[in-house]
């Protein structure tokens, strides 16, 4: 099956201004890629790269050699190349980011929060917090919250919204950073059916999962993102 996603020889550095200009090679010669339906799982000692491979994906980071290519709108666009506007319309339409903490934005309820992807895709105001409603409840984020802005929410509860926020729109392609770090049991059970019925509807997932069991039931297979050896 053609990919979603793929990357082209992709290399990124660090280059430390502060500390005389040394530049530390994180990725070097990446060649990835993720089907529709896929999951793949980024694995790897920590240090590796596999947050900085996804900040490459989402645009974050530019990338400094190779290329990262992906289907948009039902062609193949590559996103080292995108300027501002293309990027905020990839990210609008195609490819979403579930970041390992929320970024909470002042004064808005967490029904907003999570209904605003929706609505900036084009869906009804009504239709998108209806989503959003059940997709808080489905996370057992309790009624009461869901008008309350999440800044003063506990961990597990934003992460809860950053979830709900990204499985709402059904982008093509979804980018999970450890997805259920903050979750119990029961809300972990409820990612993973999630992330199985994206999968069943075709969302091509990226994910770094420190929970070996999450990452074993979701992921068809793994992906080595393997540290740079230091030069002798
Ligand atoms: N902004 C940055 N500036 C300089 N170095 C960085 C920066 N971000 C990451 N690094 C370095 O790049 C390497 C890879 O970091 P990264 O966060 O991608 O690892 P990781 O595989 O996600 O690790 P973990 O499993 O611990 O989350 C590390 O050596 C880190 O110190
Ligand atoms: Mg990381």
Redesign the pocket.
Known sequence: MKASLWTQDLGKS?R?HLQGGIR?P?LEHVDFAVAPGECVALS??????????MRCLYGNYGAEAGRIHLMHDGAAVELTGADARAMREIRRQTLGYVSQFLRVIPRIGALDIVAEPLIARGAAPELARTRAESLLLQLNLPRRLHHLPPATFSGGEQQRVNLARGFAPGYPILLLDEPTASLDAANREVVIALIAEAKAAGTAIIG?F?DVEVRDRVADRLFE?LPIQDAA
Request: aromatic share 6%; glycine share 18%.
């Open positions: 660090f430390l530390i994180v790897g000692p920590s240090g590796a790269g596999k947050s900085t491979l770094i420190h993102v």
